[in-house]
Nanobody, 123 residues
Framework: QVQLVESGGGLVQAGGSLRLSCAAS????????MGWFRQAPGKEREFVAA????????YYADSVKGRFTISRDNAKNMVYLQMNSLKPEDTAVYYC????????????????WGQGTQVTVSS
């Protein structure tokens, strides 16, 4: 069992930056692949980024590639999403998720989810 709590969301102007954090509690954090997903109003939840257990391999949606960076600190049970050059279309609730690492690009590959943190980018 893993509990996930996101933080770091807020309101930012276009072109600005935010760093989301996800604190994990429970056992064996380092055995999980971690992902970030987002859901905008009226839209389905979509994949943003993922990172393998050791942090050596990362994946990004095309829409955020080059602007967002996912990282993790297994010693602290933390995963991060650094978001730069934010755009209004990045506005969404961002969710942290943990899974076994079989399907890292799809929400079905994740067993545990946080409650989400709101990110709003103004134009």
């Amino acid at each position: 069992q893993v509990q996930l709590v996101e933080s770091g969301g807020g309101l930012v102007q276009a072109g600005g930056s935010l760093r989301l954090s996800c604190a994990a509690s429970g056992r064996s954090f380092s055995t999980y692949a971690m992902g970030w997903f987002r859901q905008a109003p009226g839209k389905e939840r979509e994949f943003v980024a993922a990172i393998r257990r050791t942090g050596g391999i990362t994946y990004y949606a095309d829409s955020v590639k080059g602007r967002f960076t996912i990282s993790r600190d297994n010693a602290k049970n933390m995963v991060y999403l650094q978001m730069n050059s934010l755009k209004p279309e990045d506005t969404a609730v961002y969710y942290c998720a943990a899974g076994p690492g079989i399907l890292v690009l799809h929400e079905n590959g994740y067993s545990y989810w946080g409650q989400g943190t709101q990110v709003t980018v103004s134009s």
